[in-house]
């Protein structure tokens, strides 16, 4: 039972590269997010879909793009890294609708850009 | 519309007892709350519904006034495994099940 699997675990790109965040959860939940995570900051929302075929902009959605793949898998995507886009990322699912279960994190992806 | 935390951070001593605030200024659907320990993910403590419904677990409880939208979370009996930041997160009605998280609060418990 794997729950959510981020890939990778680290990554260090330079200024201007682009890359995408992989994420996946086999626990068939319907809602899935993307947090990053900077110190002091707490965690701030980036793309969030609350079903298959269906995303939204989160409080901090400029750099970043999202796929909703299928029930599983939800991308995150740096068109063009900038510094400021260095932090930890979180992916996280849930079963949104019964408003009775929490969410899940994956273990994180530790982005630097230089 | 981040919701507040306070305090930012508390030291206790094993046995000791704390209690955590969550202030939002938005009409709330839930609340979440999570312990986050250093290097690792957030980890799903409880949530409570708006019309009270509580779930929680072990001596860790929480309430929320619907009224003033807070919440607090509380710690009992504190135990060395319960250091961490504790987070809380917030629901709005009719929003995909987003939440919107506080800042944290910096936990450590020394024996």
């Known amino acids: 039972n794997a729950g959510v699997t981020q890939t990778p675990k680290f990554q260090v790109l330079k200024t201007g590269q682009s890359m995408t965040l992989q994420c996946a959860q086999d626990?068939?939940?319907?809602?899935m997010y993307w947090y990053r995570q900077d110190p002091g900051m707490g965690l701030r929302l980036i793309y969030y879909s609350a079903s298959e075929g269906t995303t939204d902009k989160g409080e901090v959605p400029n750099g970043y793009n999202v796929s909703r793949l299928n029930k599983r898998e939800f991308s995150l995507r740096l068109e063009s890294a900038a510094p400021s886009q260095t932090s930890v990322y979180f992916c996280a699912s849930s079963e949104y609708g019964r408003g009775s279960g929490g969410y899940t994190f994956g273990s994180g992806t530790r982005l630097t850009v230089v | 519309q981040q919701p507040v935390q306070s305090p930012q951070a508390v030291i206790l001593r094993e046995g000791e007892d704390a209690v955590i605030n969550c202030s939002s200024s938005?009409?709330?659907?839930?609340v979440h709350w999570y312990r986050q320990k250093h290097g690792e993910a957030p980890v799903f403590l409880m949530i409570l519904l708006k019309g009270g419904e509580q779930k929680g677990h072990d001596k860790i409880s929480a309430s929320f006034n619907e009224k003033k939208q807070q919440s607090s979370l509380y710690l009992t009996a504190s135990q060395l495994s319960y250091s961490g930041t504790y987070f809380c997160g917030t629901e709005i009605r009719n929003q995909g099940g987003k939440l919107i998280f506080g800042q944290g609060t910096e936990l450590s418990v020394k024996p």
């Open positions: 626990m068939n939940h319907n809602s």
């Open positions: 938005k009409a709330l659907y839930s």
